[in-house]
């Protein structure tokens, strides 16, 4: 279990050794922090008959870890991303037949906010009177999107996001690498899951080559088209790129306001480039910031030459050089 699930685990054994726990728990966790891990680990030992530990081998948890328990549904959506009513109703039926121990059945909906308007007003009737013996998980990273009823009858378990010594020491023992990851952390919105997943599929080594080339057309050794060039070609993905800018912005502004380079949370590891980041005219800064919600608009069907022509024109804005 990672170790920033574990807090929220806690609250959910200390209510079932107490026997209170409720039929029906919200999961919040942002994307990448693993929500639906902990629904299944919390299944686990709803569903368990032996001493409900990690390396419990009873019947049920060996079940549940071959992939098949009987008295476990796990929604999984529908091919246009959305988890629609049929899919609600199969999950509701199955927690109605039997259990085939005496811990009744279990049903994990990840990302419940992508529940179609029906599918969320059918799950509600069973929220409003659940079967006996049951246990119900939703687990969501966007709870603004879910009914207030569906809210108000399930009780919330929030998942704090690590701290960046968390996130740092977990990208490093993934990887077996000793090394500074701030900036997969950052690019990854701070998902110690997807900045492992950046620093292992080589999306990191290729920021850390763009920001080397960031560094050169600030010192005058590299172009700015030749940086654009670079950006579309191995970053690709559109929020990725806006995701690196709006980084370098970022900083420029914590170093405005006096930060020092060791606290800079996409750039720290970086002195060289952001002693030059911080001589960036504060002006240009802030026209940056305006002009990468143009960037964002820019549709990723239009042709990469439109494209890398709007990335050098905003890098040069931001820069002064061309
Ligand atoms: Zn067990």
């Known amino acids: 279990m990672h170790s920033w699930l ?3 685990l806690g609250i959910f054994t200390e209510m079932q050794s107490g026997n209170r726990l409720p039929h029906a728990l919200l999961v919040t966790a942002a994307a990448g922090l693993g929500g639906t891990d902990l629904a299944m680990e919390m299944v686990r030992r709803f569903l368990c ?11 049920s948890c060996s079940m549940f870890r071959a992939g098949g328990h009987p008295d476990l549904t796990l929604i999984s959506g529908s091919q246009s991303g959305t988890i629609g009513i049929d899919e609600i109703r199969q999950g509701i039926s199955a927690m109605e037949k039997t259990a085939t121990n005496d811990h009744g059945k279990a049903l994990v909906i990840p990302e419940a906010d992508k ?12 929220l409003e009177e659940p079967p006996p013996e049951s ?58 899951l997807r900045a492992a997943e950046y620093a292992e599929n080589g999306t990191g080594a290729k920021v850390r080559q763009a920001l080397e080339q960031l560094n050169g057309v600030l010192a ?8 654009a060039d670079y950006l579309l070609s191995e970053l690709e993905s559109r929020d990725l790129i806006c995701s690196f800018f709006y980084g370098i912005l970022r900083d ?3 170093l405005e306001a006096g930060s020092s380079h060791e606290d800079l949370v996409f750039l720290g590891a970086y002195p060289d480039l952001a002693s030059r980041v911080a001589e960036l005219d504060p002006d240009s800064v ?7 919600n143009d960037l964002k608009m820019v549709k990723s069907n239009q042709f990469s030459y439109v494209r890398s022509l709007q990335i050098a024109s905003w890098i040069e804005l931001l820069t002064g050089k061309n």
Do not use: W, Y
């Open 6 to 8: 574990i807090p929220a």
């Open 286 to 292: 802030l026209q940056g910031i305006k002009r990468l």
């Open 135 to 192: 246990l119900i998980i939703l687990t969501t990273g966007n709870q603004r999107n879910l009914l207030p009823t569906i809210l108000s009858r399930t009780m919330k378990i929030p998942v704090p996001v690590p701290g960046m010594r968390d996130l740092q020491a977990f990208v490093q023992k993934k990887t077996g690498r000793d090394q500074d990851f701030r900036a997969e952390i950052f690019l990854s919105g701070h998902s110690p």
């Open 220 to 227: 005058g050794s590299c172009s700015v088209p030749e940086l």
């Open 252 to 254: 420029a502004l914590m």
């Open 49 to 59: 008959s032996g001493d409900r530990s990690e390396g419990c081998s009873c019947h």
């Open 115 to 126: 529940m179609t308007e029906a599918a969320a007003n059918a799950l509600l009737k069973t």
